[in-house]
């Protein structure tokens, strides 16, 4: 068998790499595979430009629904807008006409003649495909590059190395067979299944029915499973085709020549009856459900199955699926506590059947790579995983904390870093559970492929638009007779296809895909998905907005074909350090986008430049207030820290012992101890303080770093900010303690507390107030709210999360995300058109629920899974049923909601700045010449921060955002007041010949019935828990969205996040937590007789050639030694040196300030040496200067002796190496064996004496004898 199990796709050399431009005049199209190539290894993808994900127009597989996604279509802003008045309960359709001046809307706009041609389409089943093209995709931030190329070699990714730095030749391993090595072969393995060899054994094919069934569950189970379905084969050829076959040979075979077989005959009826279907009605990605009048359908019936499940027959998607009947069980009492865990699922109890594994050990780690570059790669794709290398996660530490030790715990995550690692390496092909395993000894199989479904369900591995292939299970149902009853099917309905909820239903399709052979082990069919979105496109809050505008001359460096703006979601803030729009943008979709800099003009509000210097002193004075304002931020409490050898780890080596007790075995025997901490105390670290130490001009997000607040006291802080203190003020700070105890306290009110004691100590000019209020609305715009309303505890409780890289923009609009989670790798079913008024649910997960439409249509499900806006949700116009408790409704209410509003304005031609991408304009309060903070409250964001978006609209275009107080006062401004006031500011910057626009866009969000606002924030009332309280699933109802995740809230990213930890959820519920063998980890003498058995007798030619060099080695060293080792490379800087020489020093001020509080942490400490050094004086800092100088000639130095002395021995290395080559010339094993053989038989002849013999023969002298 070859040694990876799966082919993989080559990287790309210049992948995140290179100008920030992209090919043209190429398009990205992501089909289905054809029929004769259901069993391909590899995802199929034809290549085109990854800029416009474009397919051509005449495709059939798209209807005119479908295609609405991207229609003119209008809900949040003036042109052609649903408007509806906020102050207003209940607005019928009819009061559009009334609430706007402007056209009728465009929803119902055929789109056979309207869809722009970058819709992305689906492939027709038989359409021929081109060589398979993919990236091995490097997701490094390093040059802001765009994808302007899709690679086309394809290698192997268990052993190709990430290319995090740049790319590096695709690596092979050589052939070998693979010999078994499971820890332990399954009992119930039948023989026939032993004779197949699968690649895994089924995780779960009992030979009776379930313990305990669930109550829709068939009378009589199957007496056998089949033996034939393993839980996660992989779709390629068998194990026994391939058990001989060289991994070179597999290498550049064409993926074609890659199945093992054709696709049986019950495939090709499958695909007959699939085309059949199609002739009859396309199949769309987007289904309207009719309104012409209500219907609801009608219950499905099941009948007992008592054999084998058959495949169903695929289904049109143009026709709604038949809901089942409802439940007959009773629903539970209102809950009235907020539940402390996820509910127990509802899954019948099954034993845990340990799993067989034909995999060689630790397969997937390539050998042509050293441990520490392999260990480098593992630990930075943990790191853009969002997880801890070093240390386990919670939930990690949950799963394993009673099967592994602390010992363990480094093997572990060497493991759990290696897979991350195989995923990272190309995400456009998902990661198989053999693969995850053979990242693994054998003795640890178990543990991978526990470690494997951790990181599968919660979404940190094949997420997103990822190509899985066929498993046997789906060929064998194929296979079954159409006579046997349907198995049961499930039915899951997420509501909203906002990123929230295609993310979320993009991962349970996923997921259903990936664990296909659990679900026909429990007698079920594969549950199906289906979204229903209110309005006629999806996206939801994520909108780009087609211009009707065309450009007069095209700009050289657009590479889309779309012209449009963001409505709402914009930026991508960094791609670094976990988020996954760089695995949904860069790896998979192949999106264009820009690299945005931060770099402004601020102008006042009489048009002309502020000082540039003043602006930062003015932002260094906003910074130290809001570092003043933090002392009152809620304290949480740090997780548990499980941490393994970080040596061992970044040298990519397991842990050599196992250690004697588990960790739960450990903290209990710790706690039983005498004054011991409390087990949920232990391995707890020390909580840090994050101070702000900036503001972010592009996001208006607040960027941290550890320390501590108020250090220095405030006319210090002043004098070393460059502020000139008042007279007579020597030792003066700021107390806001009396102004954060005031009931209903804000970040706002202690705010401008904080500004107007700071007045008593420096002089602060009208002007220098515009400024602060800028970088105030800055703030709210990150908010959508004004800074009254956000909770003084909480206004920043995502502090820490922050990503890293450039902040960026898509080319052609954001909303090319969602697009792509709801066609690739194949279309989910959307109903768009389809507003949400009612959800019956159950408060056990085992109960049946009901969601009603607007329009009388009603879907019955086993599970709801609600992405609802908060805004929505805080108008209960949705009915629940039973109500919601107290405990959801409460945070909901707690949580602030606000708005944020843009004005778009597009122009025949640029008459500002181009190369720069955002400028600011300071507003004036109600008297220009104010120093009253409350008077800038309402006008601050008023048009204060302009985005200039030409390169990624390919328009001349201006954004500008309408934050704070300014967002709410957008819905009550008429368009032309609003363009007016707009032309007015930009007169006042750029002189009086601007002209009014080509064509202005206002947006309304809290117009829209479908949002009713923007983003959520933290409401002044609302308490550290309620983010992850409005994630908490009711029974069988589910929440994801925005407002759900707290380390993410507001941000597209997060609610992406949260529709993968809710999808997890459900999977969960379905299925039951993860199977964990015990033992987890093998002995070692279980394992020590297969390890025999895999070991293969070393290669004689080999073993003699390693003689051979090593015999040549040792005799160059004793001739010259080892090469000179370069000298270690150091960073040397004055500060540091300094910061070494007065670190005592620094704590030492640091214990002074604390004032009897404790010892002050070693970040607080590098603050002060860092506030120290800037503090001292060129007299002060000249030593170490100098002394700085001194160690970087010195390296230099020895640098240059190194480079003499290696150069020199190169030169004796190469004479010596051909002076012994030609003394000891090396002979192959074979013509030595000959040699030595001819040598000793001529040896033997030259020296043989001849030997005589005698006989008895009788002489004459015995004659007379």
Wanted: aromatic fraction near 6%.
């Amino acid at each position: 068998m070859r040694t990876s199990l799966r082919s993989r796709v080559k990287q790309e050399s210049g992948f995140g790499k290179g100008p920030l431009t992209a090919s043209s005049g190429r398009s990205l199209r992501i089909s289905n595979q054809p029929s004769s190539t259901t069993d391909a290894t590899l995802s199929r993808m034809s290549s085109s430009s990854p800029s416009e994900l474009t397919a051509t127009p005449s495709s059939s597989r798209l209807s005119s629904e479908a295609a609405s996604e991207i229609a003119p279509e209008i809900v949040v802003w003036t042109e052609d807008m649903e408007l509806d008045d906020p102050s207003q309960d209940e607005v019928e359709d009819d009061d559009d006409d009334e609430l706007s001046s402007v056209p009728e809307s465009d929803d119902d706009i055929s789109m056979a003649d309207d869809a722009p041609p970058d819709t992305l389409q689906i492939l027709p089943h038989d359409a021929p495909h081109d060589a398979f093209e993919s990236p091995m995709t490097n997701l490094s931030d390093q040059d802001q590059s765009e994808l302007s190329s899709v690679p086309s070699s394809i290698s192997s990714r268990a052993t190709t190395p990430v290319d995090f730095g740049g790319h590096k030749e695709p690596s092979v391993l050589s052939a070998e067979p693979l010999a078994e090595a499971s820890a332990e072969t399954s009992a119930e393995a039948s023989a026939e299944a032993s004779a197949e060899a699968p690649v895994e054994a089924p995780a779960e094919a009992p030979a009776e029915a379930p313990a305990e069934a669930p109550a829709e569950a068939p009378a009589e189970a199957p007496a056998e499973a089949p033996a034939e379905a393993p839980a996660e084969a992989p779709a390629e050829a068998s194990a026994e085709a391939l058990v001989d076959t060289p991994a070179e040979a597999l290498v550049d075979t064409p993926a074609e020549a890659l199945v093992d077989t054709p696709a049986p005959a019950p495939v090709e009826a499958q695909a007959e009856a699939s085309a059949e279907v199609s002739a009859k009605a396309p199949t769309e990605a987007l289904t309207e459900a009719p309104t012409e009048a209500p219907r609801t359908e009608a219950p499905r019936t099941e009948a007992p199955r008592t054999e084998a499940p058959t495949k169903e027959a695929p289904a049109t998607k143009d026709a709604l699926t038949e809901p089942r009947a409802a439940s007959s069980a009773e629903p539970l009492a209102e809950l009235s506590t907020v539940p402390s865990t996820v509910p127990s699922t509802a899954t019948p109890i099954r034993e845990t059947v340990r799993r067989s594994f034909k995999i060689k050990p630790k397969s997937s780690i390539p050998s042509q790579i050293s441990n520490h570059e392999y260990a480098r790669q593992c630990i930075e794709a943990a790191e853009s995983s969002r997880l801890n290398p070093y240390a386990l996660h919670q939930e990690e530490y949950q799963l394993l904390r009673g099967h592994i030790s602390h010992v363990q715990v480094t093997t572990y995550l060497n493991i759990r870093n290696g897979i991350l690692r195989l995923w990272y390496s190309n995400p456009r092909v998902a990661v198989t559970r053999n693969e995850a395993v053979g990242c693994a000894n054998a003795r640890w199989f178990d543990v991978a492929s526990v470690c494997y479904d951790w990181l599968l369900r919660q979404g940190y591995i094949n997420f997103g638009c990822v190509e899985f292939p066929a498993t046997k299970t789906q060929q064998g149902q194929d296979q079954e007779t159409a006579s046997e009853a349907p198995p049961r099917r499930r039915r899951i309905v997420v509501i909203g296809a906002g990123m929230s909820g295609l993310g979320c239903a993009r991962h349970i399709d996923g997921l259903i895909r990936q664990y296909e052979e659990q679900f026909h082990a429990l007698g079920e069919a594969l549950p199906e998905v289906i979204v229903l979105e209110g309005r006629g496109r999806i996206g939801g809050r994520l909108y780009s907005r087609e211009f009707k505008s065309k450009p007069t001359t095209p700009l050289l460096d657009f590479v889309g074909e779309r012209y449009t703006a963001e409505m709402g979601g914009m930026i991508i803030t960094g791609f670094e350090r976990g988020n996954p729009m760089n695995v949904l943008v860069r790896g998979q979709l192949c999106l264009p986008y820009r690299a945005l800099r931060a770099d402004t003009t601020i102008y006042d509000s009489n048009g002309k430049p502020v000082d540039h210097d003043r602006d930062l002193l003015v932002e260094s004075l906003y910074n130290d207030c809001l570092d003043r304002v933090s002392e009152f931020k809620f304290k949480s409490q740090p997780s548990k820290l499980i941490q393994g050898n970080r040596d061992l780890i970044n040298e990519g080596r397991d842990a050599v012992s196992d250690g004697h007790k588990t960790i739960s075995q450990a903290e209990e025997a710790a706690a039983a101890l005498p004054h011991a901490p409390s087990v949920s105390e232990q391995n707890v670290p020390e909580r840090v303080n994050l101070v702000p130490v900036s503001s972010d001009k592009l996001t208006g997000r607040v960027h941290t770093q550890p320390g501590t607040p108020g250090l220095l006291t405030a006319s210090e802080k002043a004098k070393v900010l460059g502020w000139t203190l008042k007279d007579s003020v020597n030792d003066t700070n700021l107390d806001l303690l009396e102004a954060a105890e005031t009931p209903r306290a804000t970040l706002g009110s202690v705010f401008d507390e904080a500004i107007t004691q700071y007045r008593n100590i420096v002089d602060l000019t009208a002007q220098d107030h515009r400024l602060l209020n800028w970088h105030v609305a800055n703030l709210e715009y990150s908010n959508a709210t004004n800074l009254h309303n956000l909770s003084l505890g909480g206004w920043d409780i995502d502090a820490g999360n922050e990503w890293e890289g450039k902040h960026t923009m898509i080319v052609g609009g954001y909303q090319s995300v969602p697009r792509g989670l709801l066609h690739c790798p194949t279309p989910l079913d959307v109903r768009i058109k389809s507003a949400v008024k009612k959800i019956t649910y159950e408060t056990q997960q085992r109960g049946r629920a009901t969601v009603e439409c607007e329009d009388g249509t009603t879907f019955d499900a086993d599970y709801v899974v609600s992405t609802i806006p908060l805004g929505v949700l805080k108008q209960n116009k949705i009915e629940f049923d039973p109500p919601l408790p107290d405990w959801k409704t409460q945070a909901i209410t707690r949580i602030g909601y606000g708005v944020l509003n843009k004005v778009v304005l597009v122009y025949d031609q640029p008459f500002w700045d181009t190369e720069r991408h955002i400028f600011g304009v300071l507003r004036d309060a109600t008297n220009r010449h104010s120093l009253n903070q409350s008077d800038y409250r309402t006008q601050r964001g008023r048009m204060f921060q302009w985005f200039n978006v030409t390169q990624t609209t390919g328009l001349p275009c201006l954004v500008a955002l309408m934050a704070g107080d300014a967002g709410f006062d957008t819905e009550y401004h008429s368009n032309d007041a609003l363009v007016a006031e707009a032309t007015q500011v930009l007169r006042s910057v750029f002189g009086s010949k601007v002209p009014y626009p080509v064509e202005s866009i206002v947006t309304r969000w809290a117009a829209d019935r479908f949002a009713r606002g923007s983003y959520s924030s933290a409401g002044p009332d609302m308490l550290p828990e309620d983010y992850d309280t409005m994630s908490r699933p009711i029974g069988n109802l589910f929440f994801a969205g925005e407002h759900t995740i707290g380390t993410h809230p507001a941000t597209v990213h997060g609610a992406y996040l949260s529709g993968l930890r809710a999808a997890s959820e459900v999977i969960e519920s379905i299925l039951g937590p993860i199977d964990i063998p015990t033992p987890l980890v093998l002995p070692r003498e279980n394992v020590s007789n297969k390890r025999k058995e895999m070991e293969e007798p070393k290669d004689p030619e080999k073993a003699h050639l390693e003689a051979y060099e090593v015999a040549l080695w040792e005799h160059i060293k004793s001739k010259i030694g080892e090469r000179p080792v370069r000298p270690a490379k150091i960073v040397v800087n004055p500060y540091l040196l300094y910061s070494k020489a007065f670190f005592e020093v620094a704590r030492k001020k640091c214990e002074e300030e604390r004032a009897g509080k404790k010892k002050p942490a070693p970040n607080e400490v590098r603050v002060m040496t860092s506030k120290m050094w800037k503090a001292a004086t060129p007299e002060e800092k000249k030593p170490f200067e100098e002394q700085a100088v001194q160690q970087k000639a010195a390296y230099a130095e020895a640098v240059e002796q190194y480079e003499e002395k290696s150069a020199k021995w190169d030169q004796d290395y190469i004479g010596l190496l051909a002076a012994y080559q030609k003394e000891h010339p090396y002979i192959p094993l074979d013509e030595s064996k000959a040699h030595r053989l001819s040598q000793r038989e001529s040896s033997a002849s030259k020296h043989r004496r001849t030997k005589q013999v005698s006989y008895a023969e009788s002489d004459d002298s015995d004659m007379g004898l």
